[in-house]
C-alpha cells in the first residue's frame, strides 16, 4: 500500500520543506520506493534535491493543467529509490487557470492516482499558505505531517489549519488524518523550545501523536541545500541526518 504524506504548515519556514527532502531520502535509503511531490511554487524542495529547475522542459505546473502527462515529470536523483515531481514559478499560475473549473481540489489526487502504486511513499511538500494547492495536497494524502518550529507563536495559525483539514474531512478527503507533529529547530539548550514542546503535547494530548522525534537545530541541514543534497548524502553522521533516520524510523514503524 502507497501511503501519501502531506507536509503542511501555513506558517512560513517552519521546516516543511527540510523535512519534506530529508524524509523522502531517509525513506528511499531505508530501501522504500520514495516520490517527493513539489507543490510550492518556490521549489525549494527541487533546488535542494539538486534538480536544476531552469534546465527542465516541463514541470507539475503543466500537469496539473493536462499539458504534461504526470509520468513524463518524474525525474530522477542520486538515490536510487526516491524521484521527484519537481515544480518551478509557474505554478502559481494553478489557481487562476483552475478559478472555474469543477473539481478543481483534486486534480492533483486524480494525477497521481495514476502513478502512486510504483511507490511506497509519496511525500507532498507545500507552499505555506491555505491556498489551492495546498488543497489539493491535503485532498491526495493520506495523511498531514504537521511541522512546528519551536519559536514563539509556534502554535499561533494552528487552528486555522486544523479547521481547513476538517472542513477537507468534510468533504472532499474524509480519510485525512494527522500523522503525527514534528517539533523542528528544536534547541534543547533553550527553555523556549523546550516550553513549545510542552505546549504542543498540552495542546494535542489525547488528540493527536506528536513524534518522539525532534529535529534540532543543525547547521549541517541548513547548508545542504546549497548543495543540491538531502542531510543524508551531505552529512550522514550529523545531527540533523541522525533525526530524520529516526523520523522515518518511527513512521516506518506505524
Ligand atoms: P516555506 O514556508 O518558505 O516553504 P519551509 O517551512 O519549507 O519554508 P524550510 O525551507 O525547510 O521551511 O526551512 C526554512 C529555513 O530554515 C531554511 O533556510 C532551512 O535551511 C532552515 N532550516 C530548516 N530546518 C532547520 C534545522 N533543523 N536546523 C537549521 N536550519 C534549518
Ligand atoms: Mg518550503
Redesign the pocket.
Known amino acids: 500500500m502507497t501511503q501519501i504524506i502531506c507536509?503542511a504548515?501555513?506558517?512560513?519556514?517552519?521546516?516543511?520543506?527540510?523535512?519534506?527532502?530529508n524524509l523522502s531520502a531517509a525513506l528511499a535509503l531505508a530501501e522504500k520506493r520514495t516520490l517527493l511531490v513539489d507543490c510550492?511554487p518556490?521549489a525549494?524542495?527541487t533546488t535542494?534535491m539538486g534538480i536544476d529547475k531552469n534546465g527542465l522542459a516541463q514541470t507539475l505546473y503543466h500537469g496539473l493543467i493536462g499539458e504534461a502527462d504526470i509520468e513524463s515529470l518524474i525525474t530522477a536523483t542520486e538515490i536510487d529509490r526516491l524521484q521527484v515531481i519537481p515544480s518551478r514559478v509557474e505554478l502559481i499560475g494553478f489557481e487562476v487557470e483552475m478559478m472555474n473549473e469543477n473539481g478543481r481540489e483534486q486534480v492533483l489526487k486524480k494525477c497521481l492516482s495514476r502513478i502512486a502504486d510504483r511507490y511506497d511513499y509519496i511525500i507532498i511538500?507545500?507552499?505555506?499558505s491555505l491556498s489551492l494547492l495546498t488543497l489539493n495536497a491535503m485532498a491526495a494524502a493520506d495523511v498531514l505531517l504537521i511541522?512546528l518550529?519551536c519559536e514563539f507563536y509556534a502554535l499561533e495559525g494552528l487552528g486555522q489549519l486544523l479547521q481547513t483539514k476538517a472542513l477537507i474531512n468534510g468533504g472532499i478527503n474524509p480519510g485525512l488524518s494527522i500523522s503525527g507533529i514534528l517539533l523542528?529547530?528544536?534547541d534543547k539548550r533553550t527553555n523556549l523550545s523546550h516550553q513549545v514542546a510542552e505546549e504542543a503535547m498540552k495542546y494535542f494530548k489525547g488528540k493527536e501523536r506528536v513524534f518522539s522525534t525532534s529535529?534540532?537545530?543543525?547547521?549541517?541541514?541548513?547548508?545542504?541545500?546549497s548543495f543540491g543534497k538531502p542531510i543524508l548524502l551531505y552529512d550522514a553522521g550529523s545531527m540533523?541526518a541522525q533525526?530524520y533516520i529516526a523520523l522515518a524510523k518511527e513512521i516506518l514503524d506505524g
Open positions: 507536509i504548515n501555513q506558517k512560513g519556514g517552519v521546516g516543511k520543506t527540510t523535512t519534506a527532502v510550492d518556490q525549494n524542495a535542494g511538500d507545500c507552499p505555506p511541522p518550529q523542528t529547530m528544536f529535529i534540532p537545530r543543525n547547521v549541517r541541514l541548513g547548508e545542504a541545500p540533523g533525526s
